[in-house]
């Protein structure tokens, strides 16, 4: 079983209210093999939200802010958290997340200058699922590592 994120689904969860649709994903929904969760929304955070970037401090620690300077960490540590239960209840081996996100980005994520520039580095809850063992993907990984028939 997948878990995947449920932007990548076409479900208008974004922080703009809009979605992150492919088709792949969608194709692996329909067929009862993936489950969709957006952990920002399970962290109670609303659709549309202002959007947030992660910022890490001089000791490494993350906080996750909004452009507005709002701290919302303790939304999205929760996300998280309901996230790698979902993962374990459907026992999901590995996660299809959409890229960049503070929670779902796998590899490089912003900068939390809100300038767009990108920085290595992961989203809380792809960070949560790999501590974990779940082998988190994003949507650019899909044509190399997804058996997916067309």
């Known amino acids: 079983m997948y878990l995947v994120s449920s932007c990548l689904a076409g479900i208008n969860c974004r922080y703009d209210g809009k979605n992150n649709i492919n088709i792949k994903v969608v194709e692996l929904v329909r067929a009862g093999k993936a489950i969709t969760v957006c952990p920002e929304v399970l962290g109670g955070l609303d659709t549309p939200r202002d959007p947030s970037e992660i910022i890490v401090d001089q000791q490494g620690h993350k ?60 989203g809380l809850t792809a960070e949560l699922l790999i501590e974990n063992g779940i082998e988190v993907l994003t949507e ?11």
């Open 63 to 122: 906080r996750i802010v909004t452009e507005s300077g709002k701290d919302v960490t303790a939304e999205f540590q929760l996300g998280a958290e309901k996230t790698l239960k979902i993962a374990r209840i459907v026992e999901a081996e590995k996660a299809i997340l959409q890229q960049r996100s503070p929670s779902c980005g796998c590899g490089k994520i912003y900068d939390g200058s809100f300038s767009g520039n990108l920085i290595k580095g992961n």
């Open 140 to 150: 650019a990984d899909l044509e190399n590592k997804l058996p997916i028939k067309k």
